[in-house]
Each structure stands twice: as C-alpha cells, then as structure tokens.
C-alpha cells in the first residue's frame, strides 16, 4: 500500500523558516517524480516544488524561487521542503504527491496526473 504523510506544518511569522517533510512507503523513490503542492481557500492548487533524485531534475513555481528549496533521501524515502522568509501568501494546505517518471509540465505544475497524494498539512503564515 502507498502512502504519503507529510508533517512539519505550523503557524510561523512571516520572514520566518519551517521544514515540511514527507515519508513514503510502498514505492520506489527513485522511479517517481515527487513533489509538493498546495492549495489556499479559494484558489486553485499550485505546483510548489518536484524534484526527480535520480536524474537531477527540479521544479520550483516562480512565487518560491529563492526561498524554498527541495531535496530529497531517498535511504529515508522522504522529501523535505525548506522554506524560508515565508509570507502571508505562502499560506496554505502542503500535499506531497508522487508520480511514476516521467511527468508533463502539466503535472508538475498543477498536480493533474499525479499517482499518490498525502492528507496535507497546514501552514499558515502570520503578517
């Protein structure tokens, strides 16, 4: 059975710095571009950041270049997200999701065709 389950969500100032982490079971790492995602009320899910361990490849939205950064551990089958200075408009629902390699810009971008998804968690960011 696949899971995905994301922790690290929380309630941060803005400017302020949170790591979210996401455990994987039941696939291999290394065969899957994984990612996250997230959705704010009353706005459509965004691609925040993908990454594929096994050929170097990463994805970052043009609203977290620079302040967010991915990586993986694929030992660990996690996915971590390092996000620093965040804003007000970093608030939202986090879901790391996954999908077998490789994936469209489609995909990458709007979650659309993704394979497995976590419960999410949230990340609210205080002005």
């Known amino acids: 059975e696949v899971q995905l389950v994301e922790s690290g969500g929380g309630l941060v100032q803005a400017g302020g710095s949170l790591r979210l982490s996401c455990v994987a079971s039941?696939?291999?790492?290394?065969?899957?571009?994984i990612g996250w995602f997230r959705q704010a009320p009353g706005k459509e899910r965004e691609g925040v950041s993908c990454?594929?361990?096994?050929?170097?490849?990463?994805y970052y939205a043009d609203s977290v270049k620079g302040r967010f950064t991915i990586s993986s551990d694929s030992a660990k089958n996690t996915l971590y997200l390092l996000m620093n200075s965040l804003k007000p408009e970093d608030t939202a629902v986090y879901y790391c999701?996954?999908?077998?390699?490789?994936?469209?810009?489609?995909?990458?971008?709007?979650?659309?065709?993704?394979?497995?998804w976590g419960k999410g968690t949230l990340v609210t960011v205080s002005s």
């Open positions: 999701a996954a999908v077998r390699r490789p994936a469209t810009m489609e995909t990458v971008t709007t979650g659309y065709g993704m394979d497995y």
């Open positions: 990454i594929s361990s096994s050929d170097f490849y990463t």
């Open positions: 039941g696939f291999t790492f290394d065969d899957y571009v």
